[in-house]
């Protein structure tokens, strides 16, 4: 069964700290894994793609890496801001037989105090 | 291009009642997918379909729900005689498929059902 997993489920740390949010996943047969941001009540933001080629993504302050032989991606957030407080998704997209399943993580509430 | 269009975006309904959630996808997709958001939780996924064509729906609750995909209009997700344990976030996403692993998903805003 495909399964994607986060963790940590919650985290709390103080503004300009760096942190590092983490998504294992079940199956390496993937074709691309989505990290998503969502503020309570909102709806997804797209935030970094990687293809399963790829070993990493950069956009700003954020950094996502991709480990497919071990079924690992963390997000890299650097010097955090209260901005940056949200729900954070990771979505992978599983090979199937007829078409491309995603499937997402319960995702990690980040707290970021000022 | 105005995106993954969901409407209504709030929808209240009494137990016992239909709710008709509706998604256009993005001009030239033409796959959508529908997920549901249980409070507190993750997305869950309920189906994926093509024009006229339901692909996958192992999400799907096996009674209440129905969902389509027509060949003109949006899709629908349909819940009959909706309970408390409806209320839920429910997101569309579309995907324009262009060629096998390219899916990449694009989200509509979603719905958000109470049920009284």
């Known amino acids: 069964k495909q399964e994607v997993t986060q963790i940590p489920a919650a985290l709390s740390v103080p503004e300009g700290e760096n942190l590092v949010l983490n998504c294992s996943f079940t199956?390496?047969?993937?074709?691309?894994l989505q990290w998503f941001r969502q503020d309570p009540g909102k709806g997804l933001t797209s935030l970094l793609l990687?293809?399963?080629?790829?070993r990493e993504q950069t956009s700003g302050r954020l950094n996502a890496s991709l480990d497919k032989s071990s079924g690992r991606s963390t997000l890299y957030i650097a010097a955090s801001q209260p901005g940056d407080s949200a729900t954070y998704l990771c979505?992978?997209?599983?090979?199937?037989?007829?078409?491309?399943?995603?499937?997402f993580g319960p995702g990690t509430s980040l707290s970021v105090i000022p | 291009n105005a995106g993954v269009m969901q409407n209504p975006r709030h929808l209240v309904r009494r137990r016992g009642q239909e709710a008709r959630l509706r998604c256009s996808p993005m001009?030239?997709?033409?796959?959508v997918y529908w997920y549901r958001q249980l409070p507190e939780e993750g997305l869950k996924f309920m189906v994926y379909?093509?024009?006229?064509?339901?692909?996958?729906e192992s999400g799907m609750p096996k009674e209440r729900f129905s969902a389509e995909f027509p060949k003109e209009g949006p899709s629908i997700l349909r819940i009959q005689q909706v309970v408390r344990g409806d209320s839920a976030a429910y997101f569309c996403?579309?995907?324009?498929?262009?060629?096998?692993?390219?899916?990449?998903?694009?989200f509509g805003a979603g719905s958000r059902l109470t049920v009284l």
């Open positions: 199956d390496s047969a993937i074709y691309n």
């Open positions: 379909l093509q024009k006229e064509n339901i692909i996958d």
């Open positions: 979505a992978v997209s599983f090979r199937e037989t007829s078409y491309d399943k995603v499937i």
């Open positions: 996403a579309s995907s324009p498929r262009t060629r096998s692993g390219a899916n990449v998903l694009t």
């Open positions: 001009k030239g997709h033409s796959h």
């Open positions: 990687i293809q399963s080629s790829q």
